[in-house]
């Protein structure tokens, strides 16, 4: 036997399946990605076996004849190791990849991907990583995953708060981080000053000037999140009113209430804050869950989805 060919010697089959990912040799298959200047080449047989979608597509009655299939939706070190796993049942997992890893699972209906995918995001669940994966997460709206992610920041809030990543939050990200009750604690001021910082470095990124006004509408509803009757009199007048980003008619009214406040707390009253002015507590609830559980895939469906990816 040829010395090219040792590598087919004394080796389990998914080591040897494993040394053909992205090998040109014997391969009869290439994918390429739009914009990008990478190849991966791969084998029809293989991938049929492990996806059926790849099936569908390479020897279904709507088979593809072109020997190089585009792949506009998926970046190609995530679909290399879409490929990776089907050969060897092995994957390289990265905080960069992990999500669109999983994309790549559930488009070419490869579930035991998914599982691998799941552990590790779990696993990457830190405070200098949460919002950069629950970023990615939302634009793939996984939203079970996006919940658990929530779930870490309301433990860890503060530390979470000042990690720079947290000012490239999705805005409809940072809303759900302002509606959290936080398990350690965090003050409302330490939320507010937050949200300025996300705003301002949104500003920034749109080449606007961060004025309290820019600062006001990038916001938006974001500002009234913020639970205003649990700070003090002190605290509002010294860090938040000064900023002028609260509108001048609510800042009027959260004076005075905390004013009220302060005289009742110091009567020994029991205070309530207007409802006009509270931070709604849970209001939007757990995200809505898009996904289902792992099921059967008719035959139908399979060919619904070779057709979306050969779209």
Known sequence: MAGSDSWLLNRRLTDKFGDLVNREEKSDIKFAFPG?????????LILSVGSPVFDAMFYGPVKETTDTINIPDIIPEAFLELVRFIYSERVQLTIDNVV?????AKKYLVPQLEHPCDVYMKECLKVDTVCSLMNLCYSFRY???VNQCLEFISANTTAVLRQDNFKSLHYELLKAVLE????TYTTELEMFEAAIQWAECKCLEEELEPSPENIRTTLGDAIYLIHYGALTMEEYASFVSPTRIIPPELSIEIFEILGTKQQSLKQGMIFHFPESVLK??????PVKKRFKSTRAISQREVEMK???VSE
């Not at 990008?36 to 029809?44: E, L, M, T």
């Not at 669109?100 to 790549?104: D, G, R």
């Not at 709604?280 to 609830?285: I, S």
């Open 36 to 44: 990008s200047s990478k190849v991966i080449y791969g084998h029809k």
């Open 100 to 104: 669109e890893v999983k994309y790549a």
């Open 143 to 145: 939203d079970e995953s």
């Open 180 to 183: 959290l009750d936080p398990v």
């Open 280 to 285: 709604a507590r849970g209001k939007a609830g």
């Open 306 to 308: 070779c057709q979306e």
